[in-house]
């Protein structure tokens, strides 16, 4: 396996037509660092921050999540980092916030989670800004905040990170190089008002594992429901599709970052729709690359067009068949 991971390594994902795709890789952990360069992916598309807040019994101290994402940005390098923060709450449930949390919500999923437990929590928030600003002295920094419904949502956000910015600032304290804002795209609702947040954000990330489940309201978490809706069904694609047309020339950078990505058909067809960045599962960056070599973006651009013309159901067996002709 390791032979296959250094094989793949250096792969440029360029398509067949010589458009550079980025391929990212989504991380939670400073251990998955290591896969960086292992795998040889453009940059970190989703660092999920919540997953120091789940190992621990009690509200992590500032100075500790500092040090993990200076860690986190030495091992990157020169590479991208996004980082996301917490999404906490629903399901992800902690013991420090459990007296009022949402482990007695009906549907955890749709409850206090992510940005709506930080915004009310913003103690919480406030420390996980500072952190991440001072984490980044003399660096570039990338926020992305997690299941933002409504674009006020994204400006409270930010305006947290603005307050600890002007903190620093009369510290006389070293602030990062850049500070670039982004969005997650996982409530169907946000993609209604894409024209008033876009000039905010200057990148999008599709969350695909969230925006499935509230899009064909099914719980992704229900081994019943696992197998009844498929990624390459109209409905999504076509989802898809919007989001890219409503993106295009507005400058802001669309990738994404959920589970889909990391599927070969389906990252095929996400191609095809016009996605040019993916943040993916670390052992599906070497596969995707792969993959994107192999495709002419004109080519599975007009197939998805045609086929979601007239779609009868899943374009699974209709695009694996075209897939097969093609040699991909
Ligand atoms: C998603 O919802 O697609 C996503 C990437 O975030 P998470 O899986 O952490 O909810
Ligand atoms: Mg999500």
Do not use: H
């Amino acid at each position: 396996k390791q032979a296959a991971y250094a094989e793949l390594r250096a792969v440029e994902p360029f398509s067949r037509d010589g458009t550079r795709i980025q391929v990212m890789m989504n991380a939670g952990l400073r251990d998955d660092m290591a896969s960086l360069p292992i795998v040889g992916a453009d940059g970190v598309g989703l660092f999920r921050t919540e997953f120091q807040f789940l190992v621990s019994a009690t509200l992590p101290q500032r100075e500790r999540q500092t040090r993990i994402y200076r860690d986190v940005l030495d091992a990157a390098g020169d590479k991208p980092v996004i980082f996301r923060t917490v999404d906490i709450g629903g399901d992800k449930a902690v013991p420090y916030l459990d007296s009022e949390n949402a482990s007695n919500d009906e549907n955890p999923a749709m409850g206090w989670r992510a940005l709506r437990l930080a915004l009310e929590r913003e103690g919480l928030m406030k420390s996980q800004a500072r952190a991440l600003l001072e984490a980044a002295a003399g660096r570039s920094l990338n926020v992305m905040f997690p299941m933002v419904s409504e674009p006020w949502e994204f400006d409270a956000a930010k305006a947290v990170f603005d307050g600890q910015l002007t903190f620093l600032k009369s510290q006389k304290r070293i602030l990062p190089d850049s500070i670039r804002y982004g969005a997650m795209l996982e409530v169907p609702a946000l993609a209604e008002t894409l024209d008033i947040l876009l000039p905010r954000i200057s990148f999008l990330s599709v969350g695909t594992n969230d925006l499935t489940q509230f899009l064909f309201a099914a719980d992704r978490a229900n081994p019943k429901l696992a197998e009844r809706y498929d990624w390459l069904s109209p409905a999504v694609l076509r989802f898809m599709r919007r989001v890219v047309q409503a993106t295009d020339g507005s400058g802001v950078e669309l990738g994404i970052c959920g589970e889909m990505g990391g599927r070969r058909l389906e990252a095929l067809a996400l191609l095809g729709l016009g996605f040019r960045r993916f943040s993916i599962t670390p052992v599906a960056v070497g596969p995707i690359k792969e993959l994107i070599r192999k495709v002419n973006l004109g080519e599975v651009r007009d197939v998805m067009n045609r086929l979601l013309a007239a779609p009868t159901g899943s374009l699974r067996a209709e695009l694996q068949a075209w897939a097969e002709q093609q040699g991909i």
